[in-house]
């Protein structure tokens, strides 16, 4: 009843802490794994906030500037509030998900929404879209890097640096020194990295908002052209293309749908206010670093803007080469912020796989009476007292899954056994090598956004979640009900006319 909203929950055992409930305005059970008070929940508000940033900022940060070349800078601006909000909303129902099924990764929540054939599909696409997103990265990471090394060396001639091969040895040595960072086991470990990341792209805008100054008020020194110029300033297109390929590269550069579940899973006392604080943070923070780097990059360039802005700088202009090696830091962590969703969903395949095909052959073995089923579940949910937000997103199947998992101290034996080690490192380098030996192929970083296209993007960091929180979430108020069907269709469609988009485009 509503009642109970401010009953007394200090009567409440350490078994109770498992299944903490939240004292808001309505009756939810939330089901979060570790504990609520769990010792394995180490990271604090800020290591969260910019963990989630660093997760966020990365190398389609370059292509920012080309966006509000072709959309505008009103335009642009907002379709980048709109971006911020859009994802903060993706972000707050995937949360939501979790702490209502007690999921403590991305393709959990798909199971307990959609089953395991779904999960099976969504873990593949994971592992697909992260895989392609460190190949980017390390494309980008030849092409900073590579140009820097190959001037240090120059004078040393028994360094080959014209060979065909010097660039993918510098990107092999960079590869070799991150990947003690790549082996890390969670978000935690790397607490330290996010703010060397946030503070190598504030290093950026503020090197390419030196050269535009220069080049808007001291035209005579222009450095693209060589004479004083005044490009007109777009505020607001017209062309209907350059609207559809400007808005996927800024939505996109928000994208950090894979993560928000581990950390909200190793958040200190995770009531749903901190999280909704941590979510709003990190997207206020990264808009407004966004928002700088665009209109810094933009008033540099105009409309001569390039995929990636540094093209558009001599590359021995010292004043960029310190933002050069801002983004080069940038992507180096980086690289181990995306390899562990993509190890785990890489390691899950398999055991998804088979664990599905034997609940399947047990089922048909086995004849269960529903109406016992039933009479269970509801003796216990009158035991514990509690209201349940939707029968399908916790039901006797998700008890005997995890069960024996909610441990209420949350002490848990955390050392890896040798086979665990083994696995974890042949994965890591497997992946590892597998981004590096594709981004030698690839002729450059905008054929593998190509690739991997806007439509992947769209369906881990909207089209899923709003469809998991209508499923587990569709019983709560109507206006995020609606907000969810509205994120839905809207990506849905975009993701549709950018995939389309993405094949006319590799057809020319």
Known sequence: SKNQDNADYTHLTSKD?????????????????????????????????????????????????????????????????????????????????????????????????????????????????LSGVLVAFNVLLRGIFAPIARDILDPFEFVDTRGKHFDSVVLLVILVLVSPLMLKRNLYALRNICYVGFCSVCLIVLSIAFRAYQRNMEPAQDIIHGKSVHPQVLYFTTNVDD??????????????????????????????????????????????????????GYFYAYNKCKGNIFLNFDPADPIIMLGRIGMGITLMFGTPVVTLPCREAFLSIMPQVQKYFAESMEESNICVDKAE???????????????????????????????????????????????????????????????????????????????????????????????????????????????????????????????YQTIVDIMK
């Open 17 to 129: 802490t498992q299944k903490y409930r939240s004292l808001s305005r309505r009756d939810s059970v939330e089901f979060l794994q570790p504990a609520f008070a769990s010792p394995l929940r180490k990271t604090s508000f800020n290591a969260a906030t910019f963990n989630l940033v660093a997760t966020i900022v990365g190398g389609g940060v370059l292509s920012l500037p080309l966006a509000f070349a072709k959309a505008g800078i009103v335009l642009g601006t907002f379709m980048m509030v709109f971006s911020a909000w859009i994802t903060e909303f993706g972000l707050y129902m995937l949360c939501s998900c979790a702490r209502r099924t007690g999921a403590r990764s991305y393709n959990e929540i798909v199971r307990h929404a959609f089953g395991a054939p779904a999960e099976i599909l969504m873990t593949v696409t994971l592992w697909f879209f």
């Open 243 to 296: 609207m559809i390929f400007a808005f996927p590269i800024i939505v996109l550069s928000f994208l950090c749908a894979y993560n928000v579940v581990e950390v909200q899973a190793n958040f200190k006392q995770p009531t749903l206010p901190r999280i909704r604080s941590v979510l709003r943070t990190s997207i206020a923070s990264t808009f407004l670093l966004f928002e700088a780097f665009s209109l810094v």
């Open 373 to 499: 089923g039933a009479s269970l579940l509801q003796d216990v949910v009158s035991s514990t007292n509690h209201t349940y937000a939707s029968v399908a997103s916790f039901d006797v199947e998700c008890n005997e899954e995890y069960g024996e998992e909610f441990d209420v101290s949350g002490e848990v034996d955390n050392i890896p056994t040798l086979s665990e080690t083994i696995i974890h490192v042949t994965s890591t380098f497997v992946i590892g090598s597998s981004a590096f030996f594709a981004a030698v192929a690839a002729p450059g970083v905008a054929v593998v956004w190509s690739i991997l296209g806007s439509s992947i993007a769209m369906i881990i960091g909207f089209i899923v979640p709003s469809a998991c929180y209508l499923k587990i979430r569709g019983s709560k108020g109507s206006a995020r009900r609606t907000s969810a069907w509205a994120l839905l269709i809207f990506s849905t469609i975009l993701a549709i006319v950018c995939t």
